[in-house]
């Protein structure tokens, strides 16, 4: 019996080795794949969508459990998509299967999902509530703040401190004169100067999914929109209105807002930018063309907004945004308020593509976050006073 026993289990071991792929193979597979999904979505064929889907998430699972840990966005997403190609295609059970595999993998877009039509042939099925419950406890990002946002104090002695390029710099001087931001930012207070800056690169740096393929400043990314007719990223786009406003003296940074999820590749990133009249942080997103302020109207600081949301506190957005509050606030930059980082230094082409500049990045983390500091150049803190410390 022992050595049957042994033998079973020397099978099932090989068996395991076996059934496993590694990242590379897995690339490689799936990029064949992907051609056949985007070929049969294209003419509305979805029972071969939904089996070149399910091929995909046959080879998912064969990775081994750190290398899915990482890729945690491509199982609840790829679940969901091969639950939409089986509703489709007539198939209610199986897509069920596949919607209940996204949920439990931490699908977290509940407002979609009450609205997408390729689900509508499972909505009356008796399963689609109870899954769609999990879905919305997923999308609860006011929760996970609440739940897992806090912060301490630490001794970060030892950590860079935060710098702010002078309006002298030479090069800072070059993109004043060449945007004529004296112009723009017009005459009048500090606070419509801010405005009138974000307003302005808003309406002139299109936003879109490129990275551009230039120098990280100002003046390249703009030109590089112009030419090109591609919109750029947020990030791009935050670069160019951080070094506007070093070029007028207003001291800013660029916040990279980040979700717990640290397979979620889908973040934002926007501006935190001092108002010396009001001797604090303020909230500025170039893309969304927008700023938020509390019921008595005054602007706060992504740290209030992150807060306020935590205690359900009311918030408005500022007449410029277009945006739906609860959509653009209470979902999406809930979700990447989690965590946040910038680079130590604000000044021009800090984060060249060409050039080695040495930035030492910064995160700050809640207490209790798996991310720790590493050699000289990337430092975390759950010490929110040192993240946001004034200039």
Known sequence: MRKVIGVILVLCSVVSVSAQITTDEYSEKVTKLDKHIAKFRQINNYDSTAYYLSEKMRLFEMLPQIDKARQKSNKFFGYYSLACAYALAGKKSQSLDALEKSANAGLKIYKHVLSDSDLDNIRNEK??????????????????????????????????????????????????????????????????????????????????????????????????????????????????????????????????????????????????????????????????????????????SIAEVRERLINNKKMKLGDTCKRNIEEYLYEYMAKNLFRFHACAKAGFNVESAYRNTNKMQIQLVPLGYDMKSHGKTFYATSDDAYFWQLP
């Open 127 to 300: 399963r689609f509530p109870s899954i769609l419950k999990i879905i919305k406890e997923n999308s609860d990002f006011i929760k996970v703040l609440r739940e897992g946002g806090k912060y301490t104090n630490e001794n970060t002695q030892d950590y860079p401190k935060f710098s702010y390029a002078q309006p002298d710099d030479y090069r800072l001087k070059e993109v004043k004169k060449y945007f004529n931001l004296d112009s723009i930012a017009g005459n009048k207070d500090e606070i419509s100067k801010i405005i009138n800056l974000m307003v302005w690169v808003n309406k002139e740096v299109k936003h879109g999914p490129n990275w551009p393929f230039c120098e990280i400043d100002a003046v390249d990314i703009y030109n590089y929109h112009k030419v090109s007719g591609n919109g750029v990223n947020c990030r791009a786009i935050a670069t160019v209105l951080n070094e506007c406003y070093l070029a007028m003296g207003i001291k800013s940074r660029i916040i990279g807002c980040l979700p717990e999820d640290k397979s979620d590749n889908e973040s934002h990133v926007i501006n935190c930018v001092y108002a010396e009249s009001l001797n604090k942080w303020l909230w500025i997103d170039p893309t969304n063309n927008a700023f938020v302020m509390d019921e008595n109207n005054n602007m706060l």
